[in-house]
């Protein structure tokens, strides 16, 4: 097997039976915010888009990009199409021309033919609300010799089945470096929001290596992040001044924890880089020194965002601009919507603020209305700071998720008082009839938490109230307090009181 890097999450699989192109991105993101990092601009994309499989894990736009697909993607590809409970990702392939499908079946074995043979493949589809645009995936393919599980940035809850199936991994890519605007965004002091940086950047990588000790594989790459920010406003967001708050460490941080932790399996592959992997074996060639990238990080990003200044204004002259106010269109948006999730709007409870240039708009879920703001009503607990022409924008386009467009850009500000309310921001990814039915029902639905395991002298429910995750394997206690490293989420032992977001509660007890 030959695994390919070709930048941020993107693998270029050549076996045998046949090859797989993964989550091609090379186009700028979330309103010109994010670039692939390192530059993958010099790759043959017409060589690699001549494929015969095509995977792309979820709808993130540094994992779907349109451009690149449509430009340089051979559109007889056969796609492996996770299996997702709403079939967004699927109609936007269709949408760019890619018209053969290999449906899946979440979490089960299948043998796909090529052109050159069979192909043993899985994908492991997550579903619930909080998982990218309403799914994220991770696939793993062999070809008899060799297993590689691509999880990029997906965050499966159980390995037993990857094991079951394919026995040992050979090679594992994965996410270790957040895609989030916590904390950066929100107006809180520097010194909080440095701490809270802190702890954001280690649970992140905590939570990669709990994976890579569950997965078990021989060799290591990270992938999946961070990607590169080349407007100057967000030039402050690159982990290249030594900020230990800096929520976007790079390849060769993650590398550096991974051999403080006694692993040694780790391996840096940039654009261009090529691992032929033959079961336990692995040579790795690169196709230039990657010093000239990690030696003076700054340097190597200032000439990137030279280079690309002009990719970056074309993106910009993209946004819509316009005047008027933006309440009609905002509630002609958002209230249909409301009007069918009563328990997502019930979950956030309270009235929210919209500050879109001068003006403010309210997003009153307990009533589920769209209005201007009363008099007396004083600041909302949770609230947006928002430039018009990103608002105009996305209503432009019919835009169905916030959360991976406007926020994930960071061209934005928050401010919240109390606890992380994850109903608001699966309202926010859900502007449609199909997605917000799926999601409200997702809540909706009661989950069995009977079973039990033992952490650090406490018994807690196994799985996590946030998305079910295994405690035993993703648990850590300290103290009085538990965290879930799958996402971060921590609760009072002694009260069962989630301390991230409203609800959640967990059930524990101290053991004699």
């Known amino acids: 097997m030959q695994i390919t890097s070709v930048g941020h999450a993107g693998f270029h699989i050549r076996t045998a039976a046949g090859s797989i192109l993964c989550d091609p991105w090379v186009n700028p993101a979330y309103f010109g915010s994010w670039f692939p990092f390192p530059d993958n601009t010099q790759l043959d994309w017409d ?3 001549a494929c015969d499989f095509l995977y792309v894990s979820h709808l993130h736009r540094d994992h779907f990009d349109a ?5 340089h993607v051979d559109k ?5 199409l996770p299996d997702y409970p709403v079939p967004d990702l699927r109609r936007e392939l269709e949408q760019l021309g890619f018209h053969k499908f290999f449906e899946t079946e979440d979490s089960v074995k299948h043998t796909v033919p090529g052109p050159g043979g069979d192909l043993d493949i899985m994908i492991i589809a997550l579903r619930a609300p909080a998982d990218g645009p309403i799914g994220d995936s991770g696939l793993v393919v062999s070809d008899g010799e060799t297993t590689c599980f691509n999880m990029n940035d997906a965050r499966p809850v159980d390995m037993d089945v990857l094991h079951d199936a394919f026995g040992h991994v050979d090679i594992h890519l994965l996410q270790y470096s957040g895609a989030i605007w916590y904390p950066m965004v929100y107006d809180i002091p520097a010194r909080t929001k440095s701490n809270f940086g802190k702890q954001k950047r280690q649970r992140g990588m905590d939570r990669a290596r709990s994976y890579i000790e569950q997965v078990g594989a021989t060799w290591v790459v990270p992938s999946a992040g961070p990607p590169v920010f080349l407007d100057d406003e967000l030039r402050y967001l690159n982990d290249d001044r030594g900020d230990e708050g800096n929520i976007f460490p790079d390849q060769k941080v993650f590398l550096e924890q991974m051999e403080i932790h006694g692993n040694k399996g780790g391996i840096l592959m940039i654009p261009g880089s090529v691992a032929d992997v033959r079961g336990a074996e692995l040579t790795l060639t690169h196709p230039s020194d990657p010093g000239e990238i990690y030696d003076d990080k700054a340097a190597y990003i200032e000439r990137m965002a030279q280079r690309l200044a002009p990719v970056l204004e074309a993106e910009k002259a993209t946004w819509e601009r316009g005047e008027g ?6 509630r002609k948006l958002f209230e249909p919507i409301m009007a069918q999730s009563n328990v997502i709007c019930d979950g956030i409870g309270y009235p929210v603020g919209l500050v879109i ?3 403010t708009i309210v997003l009153d879920f307990p009533k589920r209305t769209v209005r201007e703001p009363v008099e007396g009503e004083g600041r909302y607990r949770y609230g947006f700071r928002i430039a018009p022409e990103l608002v105009r924008t996305v209503l432009r386009d019919r835009e169905p998720d916030w959360v991976n467009t406007i926020f994930l850009s960071t061209r934005f500000q928050a401010w919240r008082i109390g606890g992380y309310n994850e109903f608001l921001y699966t309202f926010f990814k859900c502007l449609t009839d199909e997605r917000i039915a799926y999601a409200d029902g997702w809540f909706a639905e009661a989950h069995d938490d009977s079973a039990s395991t033992e952490l650090s002298g406490w018994e807690v429910q196994r799985r996590c109230p946030h998305l079910k995750a295994d405690l035993s394997k ?3 206690v300290e103290g009085t307090t538990l965290t879930c490293n799958l996402h971060g989420w921590q609760w009072d032992l002694e009260s069962g009181r989630c301390k991230t977001s409203k609800g959640h509660e967990l059930r524990s007890r101290k053991l004699d």
């Open 47 to 49: 060589e690699l888009g």
């Open 67 to 71: 451009k690149t697909l449509t430009d």
């Open 76 to 80: 007889n590809a056969t796609v492996l």
């Open 325 to 330: 106010s933006l309440l009609e269109p905002l």
């Open 357 to 359: 240039g001068e003006e």
């Open 474 to 476: 993703f648990g850590v």
